[in-house]
T-cell receptor
Framework: NAGVTQTPKFQVLKTGQSMTLQCAQD?????MSWYRQDPGMGLRLIHY???????DQGEVPNGYNVSRSTTEDFPLRLLSAAPSQTSVYFC????????????????FGPGTRLTVT | AQSVTQPDIHITVSEGASLELRCNYS??????LFWYVQSPGQGLQLLLK??????LVQGIKGFEAEFKRSQSSFNLRKPSVHWSDAAEYFC????????????FGGGTRLMVKP
């Protein structure tokens, strides 16, 4: 199993450009999420999904869109990039609906470092 | 809304010394608590987790953490630090109402002196 994969690893955008950060998992996990990491602020939840076709907002959703058409993929879209979106983005997944099945452990991807100029 | 506070932004310890990283949380129900470690340029690795039961939990790499409900704390400890433990450590609480998505503290960067 590859686990959680993210592409690209690095990206530089100009203000106003759009792009999609890709995330895929091969563990058949129901739950997937996107976090952004900024110095001194830990990781903050952007959007999450509890299954294909179901998404919800996290703590910092503005400027980002998501959709979940398959169990495996959970792309994050930046519609019009802003310098405030310069960050490291992590995708995570976890399986199961019960404590016994999943242990609530989230598996994180390696991250995408995004710079918006 | 839940929150997590890690009061120490940076900690420096000598190799072989003991370590305690502090974590305080705010959550209305029984918390699910986690400690993650992040090496430079890497993703996050789970060190240990607490759901219920024994309040002292053991993790990987010789780490342990103790849940104290009365103090709303979940401090991470290691009796003897190795140079390879230098990294950033994050405490997190899971939100049962949001698919156990995590709320993280700001992190503590650990430096180890030889």
């Amino acid at each position: 199993n590859a686990g959680v994969t993210q592409t690209p690893k690095f990206q530089v955008l100009k203000t106003g450009q759009s792009m999609t950060l890709q995330c895929a998992q091969d563990m058949n996990h129901e739950y997937m999420s996107w976090y952004r990491q900024d110095p001194g602020m830990g990781l903050r939840l952007i959007h999450y999904s509890v299954g294909a076709g179901i998404t919800d907002q996290g703590e910092v959703p503005n400027g980002y869109n998501v959709s979940r058409s398959t169990t495996e993929d959970f792309p994050l879209r930046l519609l019009s990039a802003a310098p405030s979106q310069t960050s490291v983005y992590f995708c995570a997944s976890r399986g199961g609906r019960t404590l016994l099945r999943s242990g609530y452990e989230q598996y994180f991807g390696p991250g995408t470092r995004l710079t918006v100029t | 809304a839940q929150s997590v506070t890690q009061p120490d932004i940076h900690i420096t310890v000598s190799e072989g010394a003991s370590l305690e990283l502090r974590c305080n949380y705010s959550y209305g129900a029984t918390p699910y608590l986690f400690w993650y470690v992040q090496s430079p340029g890497q993703g996050l690795q789970l060190l240990l987790k607490y759901f219920s039961g024994d309040t002292l939990v053991q993790g990987i790499k010789g780490f342990e953490a103790e849940f104290k409900r009365s103090q709303s704390s979940f401090n991470l400890r290691k009796p003897s630090v190795h140079w390879s433990d230098a990294a950033e450590y994050f405490c997190a609480v899971g939100d049962n109402n949001a698919g156990n998505m995590l709320t993280f503290g700001g992190g503590t960067r650990l430096m180890v002196k030889p």
